[in-house]
């Protein structure tokens, strides 16, 4: 599993998986994460995505695909307005609209409260 270390504006940090020392935390779906960091997807990611939305690799490409990312094979998950193009929010709370497949490294990640996303997020949820 390989883990993404690319933003849109290229200036953000990276989503990586460090090493959390500290207990895990229910996730407050916030939806930091995923407006902070873009998601890799390996080739295999891709088709279980490609499948799942019922669409063709033409409307990845056009619709998801990070254009900009033409190092290797694996290819990152476009943002839109800010946010990964698969952030939705339901009555506030962030949720994935492709959930089920959601690429590896989102689904490796975990929360934490020593997580500064997830901070930012309590933080909000507290105001
Ligand atoms: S694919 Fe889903 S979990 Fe991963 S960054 Fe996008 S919205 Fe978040
Ligand atoms: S930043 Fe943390 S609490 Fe917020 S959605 Fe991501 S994992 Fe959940």
Redesign the pocket.
């Known amino acids: 599993m390989k883990s993404a270390n690319f933003n849109t504006d290229l200036s953000q940090d990276t989503f990586d998986t460090p090493d959390i020392k500290s207990e895990p935390m229910e996730?407050?779906?916030?939806?930091?994460?995923?407006t902070r960091h873009q998601a890799f997807v390996e080739p295999e990611d891709i088709v279980r995505i490609v499948s799942y939305l019922g669409i063709t690799m033409q409307d990845w490409e056009r619709l998801y695909d990070d254009s900009r990312w033409q190092f290797s094979e694996y290819r990152l998950i476009r943002h839109v307005n800010g946010a990964c193009a698969f952030l939705e929010y339901d009555n506030g709370l962030?949720t994935c609209a492709i959930h089920p497949v959601k690429p590896a490294c989102c689904d490796s990640?975990k929360?934490g409260p020593d997580?500064a996303?997830?901070k930012?997020?309590?933080k909000r949820r507290v105001a």
């Open positions: 996730c407050r779906r916030c939806g930091v994460c995923c962030a990640w929360p997580r996303e997830c930012e997020g309590l």
